[in-house]
């Protein structure tokens, strides 16, 4: 579990916030989604912006000011964009909180605060990054703005790294025949919706592209809809996140979609994890991709061995000078 | 060139904007992207959201109200959710405009107003849209939230078409090219950072997957070093669209990295087309788009012409019932 109280601490010192700007490069731009969609969603007067680091970097908004809270995660801590990003919100006085797995990174230097979290002790863990991010911003919205479901959220956060843990026990294998079946595809679709877009983005984007360099293309279930489903034919590949909550319309619409043409398509749904009997209703949305999030681990894990291709493998990252 | 005054008149009736939310599906929600990205990067009190229009009606955000803006567009302006979230909105009390291409359609009934605005006239006309949404937020802002630099955004307008127009007679060799060293492969990338991430979007989305059945990657360029730059290998290919403005560093980046592993790039620069010379510094950012989605244009029409795909060829859209 997240250390609540830590998080606590940090927004009891906060004063004055108007504004909060997400930052973050990669995957750890996607694990600050869901806070993004949160405020998105359920901010009265606090508004919700997100960036990869060098556009926030390279454009930065006018009105980041001392009523603005930034919020940079990088998992290392070292991620040259993300610490940069410190200087440039300290610049425009915002306050800026960091998050990051790593003691003494580059991003612990200069924040007003960092909370830590932790990432390889079991698959809960790899959605510490997302709760950590996900209780600064309701304990935000309920001190600045009114939000009134924090206790819901709290209970919630309370619960979920046991429903991660139980409900990834099963999956083994059916991870596996997914892995099977997709290792040669040239290439695989994947679809979400709300807060789990970030997943679906992520999925997509570096554990398929960065860790197996397998093609990937992401979409909004939503958008699927109304252009890219132009090219769902019988067994092309489609790996569906589905969601409980407010847009699970968008999800199950694309699933009959992907039934009907026979698509090659797996489901994630948020839904065989019980979620709907643990979370509660008001705050479920945003619960999703850390379920999903730690289920696709496993998938990930498989599909690895599947290709003989381990997660950790890279050809450029970490390997060249200013890259 | 759009009708000034109409969009003026507009915003002249308009009373008590704090939030902007802007509502579209597919290629529509993506000419929308530049005026999103203006006020994201420029407002000061004024918020912006945009939303692919079923999760704004499915996830309605709490705090619409009778201080929102909500803008939605589509171009034949039937597209069922984007028809639908006049009345999501208006449930809210928001004030709504929306942005059409055909008189009479859904989108002209229940908003509070209605732009129209040309599409089929020449390459510029393809912008048309996305100057209309662009000047709307540019008089909003200016009459809400203190921005200063809508002189330059006006006169920039008066001298983007024929900047387009002129801009387009010398590409039919160069993208001819382009489209018969591309009509084979199973899969392009597109990159671009800014306002131009819609630009992108659309290629990718619209242009290639919906239009062409051509599987297609866009990214942030920013994001492209965070992991997907992993697949980058010699004759891969790359369509890299890079703005003149604050972001041109993400864009340049990427352009070398391409450049030093032998992909297979081709590259639309908004320098080409003297926008430089032409659009003020304050306001560039946003005129990139334009000048690109213009020329992008000659490209796909090349393309369709090389893989002999029309580009107005659907085997699901319009085809089928409730799709």
């Given amino acids: 579990m997240i250390d609540l109280k830590k998080v606590e601490d940090v927004v009891d010192k906060l004063a004055n916030i108007e504004k909060i700007c997400f930052v973050g490069c990669g995957a750890s731009m996607s694990d600050l989604y869901p806070a993004f969609q949160l405020v998105k969603e359920k901010g009265n007067k606090i508004s919700s912006r997100i960036f990869t680091a060098n556009e926030f970097n390279y454009s930065v908004p006018s009105n980041i000011d001392d009523k603005t809270l930034v919020i940079i995660a990088s998992l290392g801590g070292n991620t040259r964009e993300s610490v940069a990003a410190i200087a440039v919100a300290k610049g425009k006085k915002a ?24 990432f390889h002790e079991n ?37 979920i790294d046991d429903l ?3 409900g ?38 570096f554990l398929f592209m960065e860790m197996q360099w397998l093609p990937a293309i ?13 090219l769902t034919e019988k067994n092309v590949p489609y790996l569906l996140f589905m969601n409980e909550g407010s847009t699970r319309h968008l999800d199950a619409r694309a699933l009959e979609f992907l039934q ?25 949305n945003y619960f999703n991709p850390l379920i999903l999030t730690g289920a696709m ?27």
Same sequence: chains 1, 2.
């Fill in 218 to 230: 992401v979409m909004n279930s939503g958008e699927y809809f109304h252009g890219p489903f132009e």
């Fill in 123 to 159: 698959y809960a863990a790899k959605t510490h990054k997302m709760q950590t991010a996900l209780y600064l911003v309701v304990g935000v919205l309920e001190k600045f703005d009114g939000y009134t479901d924090a206790a819901d959220f709290k209970d919630g956060l309370l619960k």
């Fill in 260 to 284: 009907r043409f026979q698509a090659k398509y797996y489901v994630l749904d948020a839904k065989d994890f019980g979620i709907g009997n643990v979370i509660a209703k008001s705050v479920v």
């Fill in 297 to 323: 681990r496993v998938y990930a894990e498989k599909l690895s061995i599947a290709r003989n291709h381990p997660l950790t493998s890279r050809r450029y990252m970490w390997k060249l000078e200013n890259y």
């Fill in 164 to 166: 991660i843990i139980e």
């Fill in 95 to 118: 306050t800026v909180v960091t998050i990051t797995a790593t003691a003494g990174s580059g991003l612990t230097k200069g924040a007003d605060y960092v909370l830590y979290h932790g």
């Fill in 168 to 205: 990834v026990k099963p999956l083994d294998k059916v991870a596996k025949k997914f892995a099977e079946s997709i290792k040669n595809e040239p290439l695989i679709y994947v679809l979400s919706s709300g807060a789990t877009y970030g997943t679906a983005y992520s999925t997509a984007n």
